[in-house]
Nanobody, 130 residues
């Protein structure tokens, strides 16, 4: 299984980006994929997760309303759409395969630690700055 992120860029505050996670080695609809980020000097933060089919989507409350996860099975790719970006969104963003099928987020959607992750991508950098 290989996960490759892309789409990171330098963007002004208030701007938007769409990150991609290209999946190889597995059909995307049969895996749960999570998005995480890690800012310099900070702990990794889980953001969103999409389950395998029939898919359910979860976004942690901290970014709800600004971040949206989606999947294109024809491209075997999962996306993270981000709007109204803020300087504090600056980080390296990672996608990961979640063996727990996003179970951490079933109840309250507050914390997504990635404890079930068995494969990580290498990350794509997002910088939000004027």
């Amino acid at each position: 299984v290989e996960l490759v992120e892309s789409g990171g860029d330098l963007v002004q505050p208030g701007g938007s980006l769409r990150l991609s996670c290209a999946i190889s080695g597995l059909a995307s609809e049969h895996v749960a994929i999570g998005w995480f980020r890690q800012a310099s000097g900070k702990e990794r933060e889980g953001l969103s997760c999409i389950t395998d089919v029939p898919e359910l989507k979860y976004v942690v409350q901290a970014v709800e309303g600004r971040f949206t996860i989606s999947r294109d099975t024809s491209k075997n790719t999962v996306y993270l759409e981000m709007i109204n970006l803020k300087p504090e969104d600056t980080a390296t963003y990672y996608c990961a395969k979640d063996e727990l099928n996003c179970a951490e987020l079933y109840d309250d959607g507050l914390v997504f630690t990635g404890t079930g992750v068995d494969y990580w991508g290498r990350g794509t950098q997002v910088i939000v700055s004027s």
